[in-house]
């Protein structure tokens, strides 16, 4: 399968999942502070812009990923931990949903302020990802990173429909 190929599937299914859950044709994904937060980052579907509120409400309900994908148990969680204990040590998991494992940080302190800021995680400093919005992650409605498509929502189903 060529690159176009598994880019239009990717999309045919992203819209699928997203036409099941009644969204709308835009996108807005919001989040996490990196260590430039007024660059955009782009992805293979989408462009980030934004910085961080610092409100810590993502550090509260986040999914993590690894090797681009939705860590979907504990178990895996645990394994995925022992082999990288730097990045997934300040993480617990809360519950588990049809998407995956949703975990909070063990970091936060009071003020919401991460408690290893300088020392974080490459996951934290580059939080949200792509991969967070494709599977389905939730941030903050107050939050103000936005996740743009590369292609339009119209062309990405014309595409898919012919």
């Known amino acids: 399968m060529n690159r176009l190929t598994k880019q239009l599937q990717y999309y045919a299914d992203l819209i699928l999942r997203l036409l099941n859950?009644?969204?709308?044709?835009?996108l807005v994904w919001l989040g996490?502070?990196?260590?430039?937060?007024?660059?955009?980052?782009?992805g293979d579907f989408y462009v980030r812009t934004g910085s961080c509120n610092q409100c810590g409400q993502c550090c509260q309900n986040i999914y993590l990923t690894y090797r681009r994908k939705v860590i979907q148990s504990v178990?895996?969680?645990g394994r995925v931990q022992k082999l990288h204990p730097k990045e997934y040590g300040s993480f617990e998991p809360i519950e588990t949903t049809a998407t995956g494992v949703v975990f909070k940080c063990n970091a936060?302190?009071?003020?919401?302020?991460?408690?290893?800021y300088l020392s974080r995680p490459a996951f934290c400093r580059t939080y949200p990802t792509e991969d967070s919005l494709i599977h389905g992650g939730k941030l903050p409605a107050d939050c103000s990173?936005?996740?743009?498509?590369k292609q339009s929502f119209?062309?990405?189903?014309?595409?898919?429909?012919k």
């Open 145 to 149: 990173y936005i996740f743009k498509a």
């Open 75 to 77: 178990e895996v969680f």
């Open 108 to 116: 936060l302190e009071e003020d919401n302020k991460c408690g290893r």
């Open 21 to 26: 859950r009644g969204v709308g044709r835009t």
């Open 32 to 42: 996490w502070q990196t260590d430039n937060p007024d660059s955009a980052v782009e």
């Open 154 to 161: 119209t062309k990405v189903l014309q595409a898919n429909l």
